[in-house]
């Protein structure tokens, strides 16, 4: 059963598929790095719109329902239920089902005010119960950005998931998005019972094709101003939603005569270099390793089930990484020169920091901006003046006051230091200012 949607949907293929599988009455999952296009994905499936198409296609009513699991408080069972819920009845304010909504908020109010998850958890089960059998629908619950919430959730709230699936099997589908594919987040046999229903329709993330790259640019407002400009934006892009809008923003200033080498104004520019580095930082060392062997030693070439697992990515194109920019910046880390065992160390192409050899989580804009002054007046003191200036702006020498700039310092002596009550590299003077030093102090 082919479901061929009139509405237009980025990464079309691959939506009819997962709305072919949920008609067929399977639940899907879906796996991608950051930036991939899931949560487009999730959201375009959830339109009003191919609702009421693919009702049509059906014969019957379908309640395609998103849940963006980062709107829970907290990563717990209880708030988790609270989501889906608050979801549910977005949902339902939209199609006037009153009645339903009526018995469904007074479940949801049972659940926020639960003094403990077993109640949280019978208030829940009841109201996905009364859902299913108050309306003559198939209810899809797409779960979105889920990875945090099925890694923490408690084996009971996956029984019960698991549970109502079964009891409900012609009326209730889950579609999950997560990086990695469930049985990788976590295992157990009370997990594998909930990531059992998904083992027949699990699917990567695909790199977009050219047209669905120009159609994003299109619907972003961030079309090039010369099809020269247009044309290298998708070729540097590579098909990754979250190159292409980095290469994009790097070419909105840019005049539709202008004659430069796209490739080496794009490499050069911070918002490029910060979406290799966010793909980078979410790949193991066996998956950055293969990388850099297929980018430094490219007669080497790698075993299938490797290349074949990165292609599943969505890091290779054509048996290469999908971009010439990211080719470049994984040619950098093999080729990346010695980083001395002592001291702090800044790696300008690569965005990185080492401390004694040892590289550091990604520092945020702000710490990074810090540090890299500080790095340029390596063993000068550096004032509070200079520092605000120089990360924020003269704009804001009026607004930013002393204990944000302390408190800045400190995130970054948390990340720098070993101790950072003893701090070896980073010193305050006090009444003074702050003070980088090359060799590691007393």
Not at 85 to 107: F, N
Not at 293 to 312: D, F, I, K, N
Not at 356 to 370: A, F, N, Q
């Amino acid at each position: 059963m082919c479901m061929i949607m009139k509405t237009y949907l980025t990464f079309h293929e691959l939506a009819e598929r997962v709305l072919d599988d949920l008609a067929q009455g399977l639940s899907v999952a879906i796996t991608g790095l950051s930036n991939s296009g899931k949560s487009d994905l999730m959201r375009g499936l959830a339109r009003s719109e191919v609702q009421s198409e693919y009702a049509e296609r059906l014969g019957r009513p379908v309640a395609l329902i998103y849940v963006d699991c980062n709107r829970a408080v907290a990563i717990t069972a209880q708030a988790f239920y609270e989501v889906v819920l608050r979801s549910i009845l977005e949902w339902l304010d939209q199609v006037e089902s009153t009645d339903l909504a009526a018995t469904l908020r007074g479940r949801y109010q049972s659940i926020t005010e639960a003094e403990n998850a077993f109640t949280a958890s019978l208030s829940f089960n009841l109201a996905l119960s009364e859902l299913c059998e108050g309306m003559d629908t198939i209810a899809v619950l797409f779960f979105d950005e889920f990875d945090e919430v099925y890694e923490a959730l408690d084996e009971r709230a996956l029984l019960n998931l698991r549970a109502l699936h079964d009891r409900f099997t012609e009326r209730l589908r889950y579609v999950t998005a997560t990086v990695r594919r469930l049985r990788e987040i976590r295992g157990g046999v009370v997990v594998g019972e909930f990531a059992e229903l998904f083992t027949h329709s699990t699917y990567p993330m695909p790199l977009l094709t050219d047209d669905e790259a120009g159609h994003l640019l299109e619907t972003m407002h961030l079309t090039p101003k010369s099809q020269r400009l247009q044309q290298a934006c998708v070729q540097l892009g590579g098909g990754h939603p979250g190159m292409l809008v980095a290469v994009a923003q790097t070419f909105a200033s840019l005049e539709a005569g202008w004659k430069g080498d796209p490739l080496l104004i794009a490499s050069q520019r911070p918002q490029v270099s910060a979406e290799c580095l966010k793909i980078w930082g979410q790949l193991t060392s066996e998956e950055q390793a293969g990388l850099v062997s297929l980018v430094v030693e490219e007669e080497a070439g790698l075993p299938q089930p490797l290349m074949r697992h990165l292609e599943g990515l969505g890091l290779l194109r054509e048996a290469k990484p999908f971009s010439p920019l990211f080719a470049q910046f994984v040619g950098r880390r093999g080729r990346g020169k010695e980083i001395e065992a002592e001291g702090v160390h800044m790696d300008t192409d690569a965005g990185d920091v080492w401390v004694d050899g040892i590289r550091i989580p990604v520092l945020t804009d702000l710490e990074y901006r810090l540090l890299e002054l500080l790095d340029e007046r390596r063993d000068k003191l550096t004032d509070k003046y200079r520092i605000v200036t120089a990360v924020w702006g003269e704009e804001y020498l009026g607004d930013v006051d002393d204990a944000r700039v302390e408190k800045l310092v400190s995130r970054l002596r948390s990340k720098i230091e070993v101790d950072p009550s003893q701090p070896r590299y980073l010193i305050t003077q006090r009444g003074r200012g702050y003070k980088l030093l090359a060799r590691p102090g007393a």
